[in-house]
């Protein structure tokens, strides 16, 4: 019933919004193609993002629009299944003619709309951390890459926790494999040998944790401390968490840091079950609880909006937040939505975060952030008990030997995949 | 004088002429060769609904003619999916890795499969060609496995369950198993095909310079003629002795056994020609959609395969095919978002929250009330016309009279 | 000036009998808030309030040492305080404060003595949150203090801090705690935790094998974690006979050494030049490209490998590029050393008990592993066997097959949410919600038999069709009502918890309990099918309805309560499953193949065959992850692979009807 008044209510702010386009002139609108799956398994966490465009499409359009010009949503559903994706960018930029598209939640998403976007020469914001590897000329990354967010939370296990012995557990698909490879070759370079990291992947929507969590329990018979790195994905997270609790790890024997764990995640355990996580780790580079005026407003901005003082805030809607912010800035520096114009004047473009620092567009089309750890606290938020200075976001990983001789830099190189030993260009296009 | 093939199958001739108009209509609105009214994406989509239109009439020839209720059609589909794209990555990032070599020494040929490999493979985190794609260099052999791999699965797959007379629900949840069993499998990183990301940027086809505004006519054709080919072999097949006995399997495979007929053969190679058939039109399909990943094989997709034809009319070949283009179609306004809400007043349906409620409901209602399927209503265009050898039913259930395909 | 002094002399004495220093300086310093400047602890703080504000456990070591070397009285509580994150740093003069909630923002107390420092707004300070590695550094400053501390429950949690991490200096105030310890309990934890730290930090060798074996055949996690550091190798290389505690002398070629590794351990240690990779090849080769020539063959030829060893071996022998070992070389550097693999601990005695040790319990522990593997593959059955127990009544008994049967798991799980959110008692919330799942799946199950199943009853086939209709359908039902997000669903407390029978057997009571609910639902069956009038007429209708009819049946009453039946048994399924995993709208669909494979593999018409069959994946996923425990999804894979397998030589399953009963 919630979500249904939730739902009447969204309706009712386009219905409004469409009602008060009437007084703008007809070709004085800039389209704006929101590309999150509404039906299927991913629509739990990319309907959220969806409200979240929504939300600052109406709020620029309080402030009068971009250069005179109203925003129009125009809003598809690609039903979490990856080609649609494909299919409904293409009918985004060549039917709709949206200017920007703010979509995709997985990775695979992602590869599926890259082509398109390149082909069409469309403009992509992609809001969610992934697995780097990737830089588009199409695409800015206002998620966080490995360097953002994974080897922060390794280095905070290595050097303050102490963690001698590694679990790397992860859902099977690319942002797990990749992380746990780069982790690997990263936690090998810092000593770690290879018989002290256990990897294991396991199906999306996983619920039968038993045997894993004995597992990981087993491997403190060395006599060194293990801790675990979670890639597990979304609702899978619920069961394993309920194990843990069950079999009495506590965050001192066994602390868990997690990259996908949020507080919208952990709004699916009751109290029963967050009082026994209390301590665990999540990294992020912004946690709801972030104690600054910024988001204070942005969260106050959020209830309104939503109408449910309930809603919790999270990571992927900061980097929504402060890419759509930076691309309407881009466009009144531009004065143009023409997407090369909008490209070039997004590089180098600074916007302050919801932490308390700025973020800076770098040229690799990523940005800088701060990383944050938290500890889960038993109302489901986080502690927040480490904040980094920004680090710039690293499209090619310096852990992997295939991967750290590149470089993406679109503002001098020209070059998304720039391989600095033989000084040459890779490919301009990415391959997908 | 026996009457002609097209005598006997009017609708061929029917169905052939519409979909040559189409696709010629079509052809002429598009953006590369007409008037651009039916955008690029659009084209996509209608190519992509032959392909599924073709997969339809192979669900039917199985399933409406001989009684199988696969669940595993998708399954193959998909597999032919698969190995056109490995072709489509490997040829095209050879290009790619071709074009922007650098150093002094030409590559040898270890090197330029590890320059391909980290580039496939990067992605997922491995730099390795795993023995799978040793073929994928060469399009003559991957056309080749697309028919074989997924013929050979249902070959085997098919002779193992029909010798154990393995029949009606249980074949359905065991090809539904297989479905299963071989997505997971693809889910995998270690099955060597990019786990669960798939092959993507299948769209672009090495060696072809054309846009996609043109590629997507092409294959709009492609499909087209892959689909007019599919029906008339399908007509031709159930038209025949061949289809006699087809429909003798479905109505009561142990009298048709008592008659001396090899049932496990027949159904063998039913099984095993429309798994090629759904193949083909995956590997068709995939070029158009771009990217192809195991979700694509779930267990769903083949459950949806069947009710495209219960909704479109079992046992008769253009019911699959308006079944499959009609759900297609509608799917693709529904995701759309350009349909209105409606405002009830005290609720607004939402369509992105509704439709597929609509839809499954449509399920029930067509497999209660219109078991013929939306075919059905041709029959009352052609003026309730009644079966021409009426009379005493054939067997001991109603189906069993001949002209009465698929009455319950 | 004197306080501080003696705070020093204090903490060097610290070193060596610390476990008389606090009631030692208890005694003689006076209390830290009659001196006015900062002095002793005070002093200390403030000398170090930026690094105690923004602790790192590299760094932070010295300072938590200088606190708990200041003797002062307040250091306890200072201590406690800091690990307990209630410390705040005003912002505008750098000063160190306990934290607690006020109206205005923070009532400020001196963090030492503890007196009251007035007030400040919560944007004057920030909280200072030590995280969990300094609080562990701060709980081992504390663990002296508080092992003779009257407080049992400070006693607990300074052994538990000695039990994860005891340094050396710590063992001997812990044995001497031990004699005055009045609890038998925390004594004999006391006893244990000094035995495993002996292990380690022992004096003398001679303690340190005494305390090996003083544990006898002890299989818990922590005597393996305090043995096997010791038995850590090193890999070495000698050109002689290994020197230092052997472990193992290793011959190149052996299985798991070959004459590659061996290679490498002589790279590594500089004893042997790199092998010339293709990559080092191809580089070298490109540097000495002369007229479109390398050592004399054309560029366009070296796309083979063969070609470019000849040029390198030409550019070799002209000395232009450094020499590659050849294989000869590489086996002669080989056979000329020798590799062992060296403990690290230098002590053979030591080890040679910690190996016996191990070993003693080596076969046990494997027993353990398996008797816990098989506990988890008995939970895992009897989950299946509750998924599936409601299809066996719907397709065993009725044939018919319900897709929208995870639906009804479903809304049992949703069910008991709702009825959370209504009772807040854990306890008695799940009470009402298994009843009222089982109603309104009941309710469901017959609504949707009277609407649509049984017009459907003579093609089987196309109930699949109608009921995955109703299951799309469901699942956005459920999810325009509930949302997308996952919804918590909470086992009362008193399902908390693991039943745990030593450090590897252990299953969590929420396991337990679905097992229990699932032999429940078995006897529940049987009693129903064998024993009352409803299942005598469930069994003639399946057999023969029109015979049944003929006896005064009414088959559609009959169908109707049956389908009633399984779908309310899911929807008890449903709150179960949701207890331990999550309630979202697709939590029923990713049970619904299983379920069906478990009741065909099990063999359909009988509950013994569907409990044989739950079992049978059961074990068998365990059983493959146990092999593989790298990939889940590879276990989940072959188990589905072998189940088809089983069919073609098992059609009708485990237990196969016979006769009449089996139908067709």
Not at chain 1, 380 to 398: H, K, N
Not at chain 3, 220 to 231: H, K, S, T, V, Y
Not at chain 3, 582 to 591: D, I, M, N, Q
Request: hydrophobic fraction near 45%; aromatic fraction near 10%.
């Amino acid at each position: 019933m919630m979500i249904g008044m939730r739902n009447t209510f969204a309706g009712a702010v386009l219905a409004s919004l469409l009602a008060s386009g009437a007084a703008w002139a007809e070709g004085d609108t800039i389209k704006i193609g929101v590309l999150h799956s509404l039906s299927g398994t991913m629509a739990i966490s990319e309907t959220t993002l969806k409200d979240t465009v929504l939300m600052l499409i109406d709020e620029q359009n309080k402030k009068g629009g971009i250069n005179g010009k109203k925003l129009e949503a125009v809003v598809v559903d690609p039903a979490s299944d990856w080609p649609l994706f494909a299919e409904k960018a293409r009918e985004l930029l060549t039917v709709d003619k949206v200017d920007v598209i703010f979509g995709c939640w997985t990775s695979v998403s992602r590869k599926s709309v890259l082509p398109v976007i390149e082909e069409l020469n469309g403009l992509l914001f992609y809001p969610v951390q992934y697995e780097g590897e990737e830089s588009s000329k199409n695409v800015f990354y206002t998620g966080a890459a490995p360097n953002q967010q994974a080897i922060p939370a390794t280095d905070y296990f290595l050097d303050e926790l102490g963690v001698e012995k590694f679990a790397l557990l992860g859902t099977d698909y690319v942002y797990p494999r990749t992380t746990n490879n780069i982790l690997t070759a990263y936690l090998e370079s810092k000593g770690i040998p290879e018989s002290d990291i256990f990897v294991n992947y396991t199906p999306f929507g996983q619920s039968d944790w038993s045997k894993i969590v004995a597992d990981v329990k087993a491997l403190g018979a060395d006599g060194k401390k293990v801790g675990v790195i979670s890639t597990i994905n979304g609702d899978a997270n619920i069961g394993f968490y309920k194990e843990l609790a069950a079999s009495g790890i506590s965050a001192e024997d066994i602390p868990v840091v997690a990259f996908s764990v949020g507080e919208e995640e952990l709004s699916g355990l009751g109290e029963g079950d967050l009082k026994n996580l209390v301590g665990q780790l999540a990294a992020w580079n912004y946690f709801e609880s972030a104690d600054t005026p910024e988001n204070a407003a942005f969260i106050e901005q959020w209830h309104a909006f939503t109408g449910n003082p309930n809603r919790v805030t999270n990571d992927p809607m900061e980097a929504t937040y402060i890419g759509f912010n930076m691309w309407v800035q881009a466009v009144e520096q531009a004065g143009t939505t023409d997407v090369d114009k909008v490209s070039e004047a997004m590089i180098g473009q600074t916007f302050p975060n919801l932490t308390g620092s700025t973020a800076e567009m770098l040229p690799n089309h990523h940005l800088t952030k701060p990383v944050l750890i938290g500890e889960i606290k038993a109302d489901g938020q986080f502690d927040i008990i480490s904040q980094t200075d920004p680090v710039p976001g690293d499209a090619w990983t310096d852990f992997l030997p295939e991967s750290a001789v590149l470089e993406s830099d679109w503002k001098d190189l020209k070059c998304g995949m720039y391989n600095t030993e033989t000084k040459s260009c890779v490919q301009l296009k990415s391959n997908y | 004088m026996k009457p002609g093939f097209i005598a006997k199958n009017p609708s061929v001739l029917i169905f052939i002429l519409i979909l040559a108009l189409f696709t010629l209509g079509v052809t002429l609105l598009s953006n590369a060769y007409g008037t651009g009214f039916v955008s690029t994406s659009m084209v996509k989509t209608l190519g992509k609904t032959l392909c599924l239109c073709l997969i339809a009439i192979a669900m039917d020839l199985v399933w409406g003619y001989t009684g199988i209720l696969s669940l595993g059609h998708f399954a193959f589909f998909g597999l032919g999916g698969y190995m056109i794209g490995m072709w489509l990555m490997y040829a095209r990032t050879r290009e790619i890795v071709v074009s922007s070599a650098s150093g002094a020494l030409p590559m040898t040929p270890q090197e330029l499969n590890d320059a391909i490999a980290s580039q496939v493979f990067g992605v997922v985190g491995s730099s390795q060609l795993p023995s799978i794609w040793h073929f994928a260099g060469s399009l003559p052999m991957q056309l080749l496995f697309v028919v074989l791999v997924p013929g050979l699965l249902a070959f085997v797959f098919g002779w193992l369950a029909f010798r154990s007379r393995v029949t009606g629900v249980y074949l359905s949840i065991l090809t539904q198993a297989m479905t299963l069993a071989l997505s997971l499998y693809l889910f995998q990183n270690d099955s060597g095909l990019r786990g669960n990301n798939g092959l993507s940027g299948l769209q672009n086809i090495p060696g072809v310079t054309a846009g996609q505004d043109a590629l997507s006519v092409w294959f709009l054709w492609a499909s087209a003629v892959a689909l007019g080919l599919g029906y008339v072999l399908s007509a031709f097949i159930v038209s025949g002795k061949f289809g006699s006995v087809m429909r003798g399997i479905r109505d009561d495979e142990a009298r048709v056994r008592f008659l001396g007929y090899s049932v496990e053969t027949y159904k063998l190679f039913v099984f095993t020609l429309t798994a090629v058939i759904a193949a083909l039109a995956g590997a068709l399909y995939y070029p158009q959609a771009g990217i192809i990943n195991p979700a694509e094989m779930s267990t769903v997709a083949s459950i949806y395969l069947a009710v495209w034809v219960a909704i479109g009319g079992r046992g008769r070949l253009y019911g699959a095919v308006i079944g499959a283009a009609f759900v297609s179609i509608i799917s693709t306004w529904f995701t759309g978002g350009r349909v209105p809400n409606i405002n009830l007043g005290f609720y607004t349906i939402n369509w992105v929250d509704w439709w597929q409620v609509l839809l499954g409901l449509s399920f029930v209602l067509v497999t209660l009330f219109a078991p013929r399927g939306l075919s059905g209503l041709i029959d009352l265009i052609d003026g309730l016309r009644a079966p021409k050898r009426g009379g005493d039913p054939l067997g001991p259930d109603d189906g069993a009279l001949q002209e009465k395909e698929a009455e319950a | 000036m004197r306080s501080f002094l003696l705070a020093l002399t204090a903490g060097l004495c610290l070193l060596s009998v610390p476990a008389a220093v606090p009631a030692f300086a208890q005694d003689t310093t006076p209390p830290a808030a009659e001196t006015a400047p900062p002095s002793g602890l005070a002093k200390v703080i403030a000398d170090n309030a930026d690094a105690i504000s923004r602790p790192s456990r590299q760094t932070i070591g010295p300072v938590v040492d200088a606190i708990g070397a200041s003797g002062d009285p307040g250091t306890v509580t200072f201590l406690q305080a800091w690990g307990a994150r209630q410390l705040g740093l005003r912002k505008s003069d750098g000063a160190i404060f306990r934290l607690s909630p006020s109206p205005e923002g923070f009532a400020l107390a001196d963090p030492v003595t503890g007196a009251d420092a007035g007030t400040a707004p919560k944007s004057d300070i920030t909280e200072i949150k030590p995280n969990a590695g300094v609080q562990g550094l701060i709980a081992s400053a504390l663990v002296r203090f508080q092992l003779s501390d009257p407080d049992p429950a400070k006693r607990r949690a300074a052994l538990d801090t000695l039990a994860r991490r005891g340094s050396a200096e710590n063992l001997e105030p812990l044995l001497e705690s031990i004699d005055d310890e009045p609890d038998p309990a925390i004594k004999a934890q006391k006893q244990r935790v000094a035995g495993l730290m002996t292990i380690t930090h022992g004096a003398t060798p001679e303690a340190r094998i005494a305390a090996i074996e003083s544990f006898g055949g002890d299989m818990a996690l922590d005597f393996r974690a305090a043995l096997n550091p010791i038995l850590a190798t090193t890999r070495k290389v000698f050109t002689g006979a290994p020197e230092g505690n052997v472990a193992a002398e290793l011959k190149p070629g052996q299985s798991g050494f070959s004459a590659e590794n061996a290679y490498a351990v002589l790279v590594a240690d500089g004893l042997a030049p790199k092998r010339l990779t293709r990559t080092d090849q191809r580089a070298a080769l490109e540097s000495h490209i002369e007229n479109g020539m390398v050592g004399g063959v054309p560029v366009a030829a070296l796309n083979d490998p063969v070609q470019r060893d000849r040029a390198y071996t030409v550019l070799e022998a002209a000395g232009d590029v450094p020499a590659a070992a050849t294989d000869d070389e590489v086996a002669t550097l080989v056979a000329a050393h020798r590799y062992a693999d060296i403990y690290n601990e230098p002590d053979s005695a030591v080890t040679d008990a910690a190996r016996n040790a191990l070993k003693s319990v080596s076969v046990k522990v494997g027993a353990m592993q398996g008797l816990d593997l098989g506990l988890d593959a008995l939970s895992l059955a009897s989950i299946y066997f509750l998924a599936a127990i409601g299809l066996a009544i719907t397709f065993g008994v009725m044939r018919v097959i319900n897709m929208a049967h995870g639906e009804f798991i479903t809304m049992g799980a949703y069910t008991g949410y709702v009825v959370q959110q209504h009772i807040t008692d854990y306890t008695l919330s799940i009470i009402v919600a298994l009843p009222l799942a089982f109603a309104v799946t009941f309710a469901a199950g017959v609504a949707m038999e009277r609407l649509v199943i049984r017009y459907l009853y003579k093609r089987p086939l196309e109930t699949l069709l109608a009921t995955f209709g109703i299951s799309i359908a469901l699942q956005q039902v459920f999810k325009n009502i509930f949302g997308t997000q996952a919804r918590p669903l909470t086992a009362p407390g008193w399902l908390d918890g693991a039943w745990s029978l030593n450090d590897i057997v252990s299953i969590s009571y929420i396991r337990i309990a679905i097992f229990v609910l699932a032999l429940i639902f078995l006897a529940v069956f049987l009693f129903i099918m064998n024993r009352t009038r409803l299942g005598l007429e469930v069994r003639a209708v399946t057999q023969n309805p029109s015979m049944a009819a003929s006896m005064g049946i009414n088959p559609d009453r009959i169908n109707m309560l049956c389908f009633g039946l399984g779908s309310g048994i899911a929807g008890i399924a449903g709150v179960a499953i949701g207890l331990f995993a999550k309630v979202t709208s697709e939590l029923g669909s990713e049970y619904i193949v299983q379920s069906f494979m478990t009741v065909v593999v099990g063999g359909v018409g009988n509950i013994w065959g569907t409990l044989a069959g739950a079992t049978l994946v059961g074990f068998l996923q365990k059983g493959i992850e146990w092999f593989n425990p790298s990939n889940t999804l590879a276990a989940q894979t072959y188990m589905i692979l072998f189940i088809i397998i089983f069919i073609q030589f098992r059609p009708r399953g485990i237990i196969a009807l016979r006769g009449r009963a089996a139908g067709d």
